[in-house]
């Protein structure tokens, strides 16, 4: 909405001078953030929170008349209003609009009000999952030691223009471009609720008779979702055999009033298509031909031209239904509906050979949709949380006729050529600052389009034969080796907490305020203990004994040091190769590693820093190490902006260790949970518990020095924003826990 654009601007702005006082310091930034900044971010957005609501609700009553006017043409062309317009019932006044808006329920457990906090003490919902986006993307920026100024930037991108006046940028990746689809999503859904109510009235007012019915209508483009689609055209007695639409944020399904009998065997569809070549108009577009690649529109992140198309309805059907819709596409559009990128292609091939198959339009998506809404079932309580696409990996195909199944049984990956994929997603590295989470509201809709799971390597139907380089599949650890040449390892004795009860910062050897790392190493002396080596990454993944991953492989964390002395030493060798030189960080002191997250992620989540020295590098984890290997980047101050140069391979080989960790060590981690809160919140409370129990053994300034007093040998760090950063932190307080190749890490 337009009208709350200086409104977001503002608040933005406010944001981005809040956010631009931390400083540059690191150890100090992130309690900065939370106990002093973070909680003025309330005060900058409440403004915009309360001009959006109001906005809304002018805009959703305004709207009234006019929905009203189309719910009586609609039953008028149907004949279901005796005759003479004086008999209709309307709603009438704009106060009554104005309280519908208020009431509103803009998407179903979501009500207005407590959405903005109109009337209530409680802070609104969208200021809160709006401050959950901003604190998530200061804490990203942190973590990755991203200088103020450019988390500054990352909130919001503000310019002066020639008249002096100042316009927010929309800028892809930053807060503001999130918070700014937030409230369309939340605006236009609002407006489609206001449409329902008015209908919902309108019909309670007007009684129609029994040989009406009512119909599911949705927008016959890509970009509805795959619970919308099939609903299409669903006739029904009653509105409440229907779920309540909008059905879920940014949904543009309405029901209406019908005669069944009346057939509408055309109607007109949008197909899509990827920009040409060098990024102009598909082939086809002509100067002024309307509907022909005029228009652009963004699915999935990505750009298309649209055309409009003529559909038509499966012979027998009332009318065009989403199935014909989807059925009369192109396998581009097609492809698109069904996610895009690889698996959009690959169910879109299964969806055709469906059809070619025999089935209709309706059971081919059947096979490419799990809980797709039947269609005799309920509707009423169909759930777009609990509908999604079929993995790639988990669809069936049709037996002999139009093409052959995979392999027997839909087995794994056929070595048979592979279908050609559809708009090949070469995954551009997007800029830093990293991109956001999808701000989660209270009642976690389900945005349309759907995201999609990250593109697998899929077994593959299709044997056409026009083999093109697959994209790339998202990197993956190998699925155990076979074990070579593994190193016994000697069971691990049980640590003994070491105690600093004496600690008297006026003694000898005491002269700091509280113990450090190197205190507590001190006292543990033979408790701290050398890595074991193996000799390659692959031997390293086929040793047992190791801490695995939820997907039962061994967790493989990557650490940089600034020179080959530095690695050689932290594998154990050297004249200080029995000390173990721990490091500051943020988490805890201690020595810090990462591993790839386990987290699953879309492909747009799997965003990292555009940094050569990411560029480079096969995961973000091994990304992570380079950086820290890179000392031009230290120079550089920790900061993406300034210039660094990337390390060669044959530095980062010098520089990087890859270890993982053994199961008998007291390693604490989270490597059950899925959910990267769930899990950074385990952490902290465990954290918060170790601290409190170490306070027993003395007082420490920081947990990793505590935890190691305490006998921990490390603890993995779930970082909150899984999703952003893609890899997880490794704090490593003593290294016999550590299972280390002396060798290449890559
Ligand atoms: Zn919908």
Redesign the pocket.
């Known amino acids: 909405m337009e009208e709350v654009r200086p409104a977001l601007a503002r608040a933005m702005e406010e944001v981005r001078e809040i956010v631009g006082q931390l400083p540059d310091e690191s150890l100090m930034r992130e309690q900065l953030w939370r106990k002093e900044y973070f909680p003025q971010v309330e005060r900058a957005i409440k403004p915009f929170n309360d001009q959006l609501a109001g906005t809304l609700v002018q805009k959703m009553s305004e709207n009234g008349p006019q929905f009203e006017a189309e719910v009586f043409k609609q039953l008028e062309a149907i004949n279901a209003l005796p005759p003479g317009p004086a008999l209709a019932k309307p709603i009438g006044s704009m106060p009554a609009y104005t309280q519908m808006a208020l009431q509103s329920k803009i998407v179903k457990g979501t009500r207005l009000e407590s959405l903005f906090g109109i009337g209530r003490p409680e802070m609104a919902q969208f200021i809160k999952s709006n401050m959950r986006v901003i604190d998530n993307k200061v804490k990203q920026g942190m973590l990755a030691g991203v200088e103020t100024k450019q988390i500054a930037n990352s909130i919001a991108r503000v310019i002066t223009s020639p008249d002096g006046r100042r316009i927010l940028k929309l800028q892809k990746g930053t807060v503001a471009h999130e918070v700014n689809a937030w409230a369309s999503a939340i605006a236009r859904s609002g407006i489609q609720d206001m449409n329902r109510q008015v209908s919902e009235q309108v019909w309670d007012a007007n009684p129609v008779g029994s040989d009406l019915a009512y119909e599911w209508v949705?927008a016959l483009d890509s970009r509805?979702?795959p619970?919308?689609g099939p609903l299409d055209a669903k006739t029904r007695p009653n509105r409440s055999d229907f779920p309540t639409?909008?059905?879920?944020f940014n949904?543009?399904?309405s029901v209406v009033l019908i005669d069944p009998d009346k057939k509408e065997d055309v109607r007109t569809g949008i197909e899509v298509a990827r920009p040409g070549p060098k990024g102009g108009r598909p082939p086809g577009f002509e100067k002024g031909k309307k509907g022909v690649y005029a228009s652009k529109v963004r699915i999935n992140g990505k750009d298309y031209y649209r055309r409009t198309q003529q559909i038509k309805a499966t012979p027998g059907q009332r009318r065009v239904t989403y199935g014909d819709y989807l059925a009369q596409s192109d396998r581009r559009t097609q492809a698109a509906f069904y996610g895009g990128g690889n698996a959009g292609s690959v169910r879109a091939d299964n969806f055709r050979k469906w059809v070619k198959a025999g089935k209709t339009p309706s059971e081919a998506m059947q096979k490419t949709i799990i809980n797709m809404p039947g269609t005799t079932g309920k509707l009423k309580t169909v759930n777009p949380e609990r509908t999604s696409f079929r993995p790639t990996d988990k669809l069936k195909w049709p037996k002999g006729g139009s093409g052959p199944s995979p392999s027997p049984g839909g087995g794994p990956k056929p070595p048979g050529p592979k279908p050609k994929p559809i708009a090949p997603a070469p995954k551009p590295v997007a800029p830093a600052p990293a991109p956001k989470p999808t701000p989660k509201p209270v009642s976690t809709p389900k945005p349309v389009p759907t995201p999609k799971p990250t593109p697998k390597p899929t077994p593959k139907p299709a044997p056409k034969p026009t083999p093109k380089p697959a994209p790339k599949p998202a990197p993956k650890p190998a699925p155990t080796p076979k074990p070579k040449a593994e190193p016994a390892l000697k069971p691990l004795p049980k640590n003994k907490p070491v105690s600093f009860k004496d600690w008297d910062s006026s003694k000898p050897g005491m002269n700091t305020e509280y113990p450090t790392l190197a205190d507590v190493y001190k006292r543990q002396g033979a408790q701290q203990g050398k890595p074991v080596l193996v000799k390659s990454v692959k031997d390293l993944k086929g040793m047992k004994g190791l801490i695995k991953d939820a997907d039962g492989n061994n967790v493989v964390i990557y650490r940089g040091v600034t020179g080959p002395a530095q690695k050689q030493q932290l594998l154990g060798r050297g004249p200080d190769g029995a000390k173990h030189f721990a490091g500051k960080g943020m988490f805890g002191n201690g020595t810090y590693g990462a591993s790839n997250s386990r987290w699953k992620l879309t492909t747009k989540q799997r965003i990292r820093m555009d940094w050569e020295d990411y560029k480079t590098s096969a995961t973000a984890a091994q990304g992570t190490a380079r950086l820290y290997s890179n000392k031009t980047w230290f120079k550089a101050g920790s900061t993406g902006g300034a210039a660094f140069k990337p390390l060669s391979d044959a530095q980062a080989r010098s520089r990087v260790t890859a270890f993982g960790i053994r199961k008998d060590a007291k390693v604490k981690t989270f490597t059950h949970l899925t959910d990267p809160d769930e899990a950074y919140n385990d952490w902290q409370k465990w954290i918060r518990d170790e601290w409190e129990a170490a306070k027993k053994l003395g007082h420490f300034d920081n947990a990793g020095d505590a935890l190691a007093a305490r006998g921990w040998d490390g603890y993995e760090v779930p970082l909150p924003d899984g999703d952003v950063l893609d890899q997880n932190y490794w704090v490593i307080l003593n290294r016999r826990a550590m299972v280390a190749v002396d060798g290449d890490p890559f």
Do not use: A, F, K, V
């Open positions: 949705s509805t979702c619970t919308c639409w909008p059905i879920h949904c543009r399904c």
